[in-house]
Structures are given as C-alpha cells and as structure tokens.
C-alpha cells in the first residue's frame, strides 16, 4: 500500500467503482440493474477522465463477452450485475474458466428466483461457488462485509485474477451495495498485469501468432487442460485463503456466516458475550476457495456450530462438509428480503447456546 | 521464372479440413489476402466463431481469440475498444451470427463498432451436421427440416445484409459470392473495402458471403456453385448496400 489518502464518505457500490479505478481498471463493459446501478454509473462519469472507456453493453451476454474480448488484451476489466444479470453471464463465465482468462466481475444480488426483489440476499452463494455455468470450473469468490473491505476486496480481486488467470467474482447484496459509510481509499503499487505474458493477445508483431480456445481435439489433451485447471484450484486453496475469526479461541459454540449477515452476527455476538455466553465467529471471506480446513481445525476444538445466511441454507452445506462428523451444526436462515436484527440474531444465538452447550 | 501464386502470408501452411467444394477455405484466402494487402498480418485480431471456421487461429498467421457461439461482435468490441490501433475482425456462420448471435451483431453494427464481420452464409448449420438454419431457404431440406422449410413455422430466411444496411452505425455493408470466379474477384474487392474502411476508421463493415455446404446439401461441388446462382442469389442478391466513401486504394 502506498500512502493512505483521506477518508471518504460513500456508498459500497461507489468504494467497488473507485477501488477499481484505482487498481487500473480502465474499461468497464455493463448493462443496469438494481441494486448496482451506482457501478456503472461512476464508471461512465469516471473513467473518460483517465483515459479508459465505459460501455453500456445491449445485454448481460455481452458485457461478459465484451469483458472476455478485453481481458484477452491483459487490461484490467470489469464487470458487474445482479442476479438475473449474473445468470446470463454463466456461458461466459464457463469460457473465462476454459479459457483461462483474469476479470472481475461484482454481484450485488438480490432475491431471486426470478425476477425477484430488488432487496438483499445470500441465496447465490451456490451459483457463485458451485458454478452456474458447464463444466468442471471453479470463480474465485470473494465476500466482503463493510464499505472498506469493498473497496479493499475489489483490489484484491484484480490481483487474485491475475495470479491465477481466473474470474473473480465480488459477491455483496443490496445492503452493502447501498450502505453509506467511511472508507479510506489507496492506491496498490500495482495497478496492472505483467506486459510479458506470453498470452496476451495484441497481434502477432514479431512473435509467433497466439490463440485463445477452450476447444481440445487432439487426444487426451481436454483431459490434460482440465486436470491443468483443477492443479491451480488446488494451488488457490492451499494459499489464498481468507477468513476472519473472532473470539473463537475459548469459543463453546461458534457462528459461521459471510458478508452482510456476518456483519450483523458482529453485534449479536458482542452482545452474547456481555451477557456471558462463549460464542466465536468465523467468517470465510473467500467463498471459494472456502475455508474447510480451518473449519475442520476448528471442529476438533469447539463442538458447536451455528451457520446463519440469508438464504434457506447454502453454504451451511460446505460447513458441514468441511467439520468433523462429531461437530454440531444449527442452521439459521431465511430468504433474502427481510434482514435479521442484531437482536434476531442474539436471540436464535442465545437459544441455540442454550441447546447446544 | 515468375511465381504468380503463391500462399498469402496471413495464412499458415496448414491444409484445410474442410469438405472438398467447401467455400470456406476460399473466404479464408480472401480475408488472407486482404489483410496482407494492406501489411495488416502482425496488427490483426481475428475472432472465431463457434460452426465449421472453429480452427481460424489454425489457417491464419494472426492472434485470435475463440469467441462463445453467437458472440464473436461482442468479444471483438471489448479487444477493439482496448486496442484502437489494431486490426479486429470476425469470422461467423449464419447460426453464430444471424440466429443465436443476432443482438450482438446489431448492436455492434449499430453503435458502429471499427471491427470487420465477415459472415458466411452457406444456408446450413454445417458443423453440427445439417441442421436448419435461419438462413435455410423456404422449401429447402435439413435434418431438423425434414420436409422443407415451411414459413408457416419456421418463418422466412433471413436477409442480414439489408437489416444492417438499414442501420446508422455501419461504413459498408455488403453481399457478395464465390461461386464463379467473376464472383471471386468481386469479392475480393468488397472484402478488402471492408478493411480499408476500419483502417480508416469509418467503423463496422460488415460482409456477406453466400457460401457452399456441399455435404449437408447433398450434393457434389460442382452442383453447390450451381444452386447458388439458381436458387441462393435470387433471394439473397448480391450488391453493395450501403457504403461510406473511401480513398482509393486500387
Ligand atoms: C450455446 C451453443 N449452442 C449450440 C452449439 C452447437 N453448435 C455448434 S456450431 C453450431 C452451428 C454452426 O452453424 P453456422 O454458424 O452456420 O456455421 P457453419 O458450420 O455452417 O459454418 C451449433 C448450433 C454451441 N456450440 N453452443
Ligand atoms: S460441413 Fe459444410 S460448411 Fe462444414 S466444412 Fe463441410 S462443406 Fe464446409
Ligand atoms: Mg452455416
């Protein structure tokens, strides 16, 4: 990090837009939707002024293909909808994963099936982490829950895409899209991708022509390229794991939940613990690649879980995979729309500790 | 002694794969020539569609990108807005382009996108082996037209040329046909004004070729050229529908 400037007040969906300005994201291809219409919009006013281009795509199937055309260069580019946008962005995100190429793409969902509602929700977790799209393919998910980790996430979003030539999803909702709040925006050292990669496409002066395919004929080798893609998801859980843990140290009974949910069990917690309870948090921050080993370390000390979403009960599903088969797992959720309360929250908290330990 | 053909330099050494009599190989030369006609080789970008032209990266000497069936304009819009200077064409069958590919061709024809389409038009889904396609004349037999295209349901073939001409954004838009080497040598010509025009930057050309699918029409080479200009040029004619001025280069 270079050095800090000053402290802004905005909205989620404006820290995504100015994170990744500032992170050298120069062209952004996209279609509205509610609740990330401040995206686009920022963008369009913004990036003229540095010399990059916004585009206002005729559909959410070409943005991710306009996003594709441009990520083939090795610009920075992004991306970002909501849920029904996000669906019709699966073809393409099928074709970064076999293709092999870095983008971000943010999904401040909202409630689905369907149309839907224009309010928060957590129930794209399964469509970010377990693919909507064909194939065997992983995104790499990130979950931010304040306006600083949108800001700071979106950075590391561009790098982790980098890295491993993959698409990384931002995954956010309605409320944090909306939020106002404090952020102190920075500027990372690196603000673009390696000129050298020797797969960029720029035209083939004085080198041999390049190709981008996910098209494998000869024999053996779609086996080759697949068994290449699962290596570096391998490597990705091995070394970009993020959580955040709280008081889980002496915990009796900890609470596992990502983004908006996560920030409000926070509260609960602080609450639960005032009034003597030993509960914990545990916050994936990276979706995928999901925190299971950490989790399972965490089984062998602490008993109890409790998985709260906003959703009927998604990513409890790789809780339960990742813990000790001894471990207990509660589940509290309910679909996107009406937002738990602190006290909600505390209360199902109290109750289950009660249950529980 | 005088070499008076020989194999453009945008092209590699590879033989095509495609069904004897096929056209696409000629287009491919075409579009070849073109590019090196105005030493475009080391600054161009093709994009491939998803039918039997898969394999452009494998007979052209340039950098390509293999677009999703249907979306090759709009692959070719996020490289061209980043790379201005560079040369950015596609490449699309009548399924990629005039049915699952619609809305992205008439948009980047629309907001006059500096790419060249080259769109080949053999009136078949060749690839996944003779399907009806949008383009499939009326009466016409495909494996999912057993008994003819019928307009009551399966509407009229579309003509792609005259709804993009109909727009602002496109520089040239034009049909042409290599049945006949008086065929050929018009369309080499149309092909190259199509990249004259986004090196001058006068935006989307976009060119039509009525194209032969000897194997899934069913027929030999010989009766392929001739059912074009019997049965595919009438409804589809030939011409150059709307075109913005050039230098000349010729
Ligand atoms: C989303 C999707 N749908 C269907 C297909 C299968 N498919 C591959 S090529 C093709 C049609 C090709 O026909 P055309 O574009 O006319 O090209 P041609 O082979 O005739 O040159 C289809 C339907 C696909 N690859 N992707
Ligand atoms: S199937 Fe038809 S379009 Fe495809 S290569 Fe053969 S003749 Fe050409
Ligand atoms: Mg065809």
Redesign the interface.
């Known amino acids: 990090m270079s050095e800090p400037v000053k402290k802004v007040f905005t909205k989620g969906n404006e820290a995504i837009a100015m994170a990744a300005i500032n992170a050298g994201c120069h062209y952004y291809f996209g279609y509205p939707i509610t609740p990330q219409n401040e995206i686009p919009e920022y963008m369009a006013a913004q990036l003229p002024k540095v010399g990059g281009e916004f585009l206002q795509a005729e559909s959410e199937i070409a943005s991710i293909n306009m996003l594709l055309g441009a990520a083939a260069t090795g610009v920075r580019v992004m991306t970002s909808s909501s849920g029904p946008g996000i669906s019709l962005m699966q073809e393409g995100f099928s074709y970064f994963a076999g293709n092999e190429l870095p983008a971000v793409v943010v999904n401040m969902s909202r409630q689905g099936p369907g149309l839907g509602g224009i309010n928060a929700t957590q129930g794209d977790y399964f469509q970010s982490v377990k693919g909507g799209g064909h194939g065997d393919y992983k995104l790499i998910v990130l979950a931010p829950h304040t306006g600083q980790e949108l800001y700071d996430l979106t950075i590391k979003a561009f790098e982790l895409a980098e890295k491993y030539r993959m698409l990384t999803l931002v995954l956010g909702d309605a409320i944090l899209g909306q939020i106002k709040e404090p952020i102190v925006p920075w500027v990372p050292e690196k603000t673009a991708g390696d000129p050298d990669r020797d797969w960029l496409i720029t035209g083939a002066r004085g080198r041999a022509p390049r190709k981008i395919t996910s098209l494998f004929l000869a024999d053996g080798e779609m086996e080759k390229h697949n068994w290449h893609l699962q290596e570096k998801y391998a490597r990705l859980e091995q070394n970009d794991v993020m959580v955040e843990e709280r008081e889980c140290a002496d915990a009796q009974l900890v609470v596992v939940a990502f983004g908006s949910v996560a920030r409000i069990v926070k509260s609960a917690i602080d609450e639960a613990r005032a009034a003597g309870m030993k509960v914990g948090l545990l916050r994936p921050i990276t979706l995928y690649p999901f925190p299971g080993r950490r989790l399972e370390a965490l089984g062998r000390q602490c008993r109890n879980f409790l998985v709260a979403e906003m959703n009927t009960g998604q990513m409890v599903e790789d809780v339960k995979l990742s813990l000790p088969g001894d471990c207990r797992v509660e589940f509290y959720g309910r679909p996107g729309g009406s937002v738990p309360t602190p006290e909600d929250l505390f209360e199902v908290i109290s109750e289950t500790y009660e249950k529980m330990v | 002694m005088k070499q008076v053909f020989k194999r453009p330099e945008s092209m590699t050494d590879k033989p095509f794969h495609f069904c004897p009599g096929c056209h696409h190989g000629i287009v491919h030369r075409l579009v070849a020539e073109a590019l090196d006609h105005f030493t475009l080789?080391?600054?161009?970008?093709g994009?491939a569609s998803v039918g039997c032209s898969?394999f452009l990266?494998d007979y052209?000497?340039?950098?390509?990108?293999?677009?999703?069936h249907g979306?090759a304009a709009?692959?070719?819009?996020?490289?061209?807005?980043?790379?201005r200077d560079?040369?950015v064409f596609t490449y699309q069958g009548d399924g990629d382009l005039a049915a699952i590919g619609t809305?992205?061709v008439i948009?980047a024809a629309n907001r006059g996108d500096n790419i060249t389409v080259i769109f080949v038009n053999n009136s078949i889904y060749g690839m996944t082996g003779g399907q009806m396609a949008p383009t499939t004349l009326l009466g016409q037999r495909s494996t999912t037209s057993p008994y003819g295209r019928d307009n009551q349901r399966d509407g009229y073939p579309i003509k792609m040329t005259e709804m993009l001409a109909a727009l602002e954004g496109p520089s040239l838009v034009a049909r042409v046909a290599v049945n006949t080497p008086g065929n050929v040598k018009k369309a080499r010509k149309v092909i190259r004004q199509a990249f004259q025009m986004q090196i001058e930057g006068k935006g989307f050309s976009f060119v039509e070729v009525l194209s032969s699918c000897p194997t899934n029409w069913g027929m030999t080479p010989v009766e392929a050229n001739r059912r074009i200009a019997d049965e595919m040029i009438p409804y589809f004619p030939l011409g150059t529908l709307k075109q913005r001025d050039l230098v000349d280069t010729f």
């Open positions: 080789r080391e600054k161009t970008i994009v898969v990266y052209f000497a340039v950098d390509v990108i293999e677009a999703p979306r709009a692959v070719a819009t996020g490289t061209k807005r980043v790379l560079r040369i809305a992205e948009h």
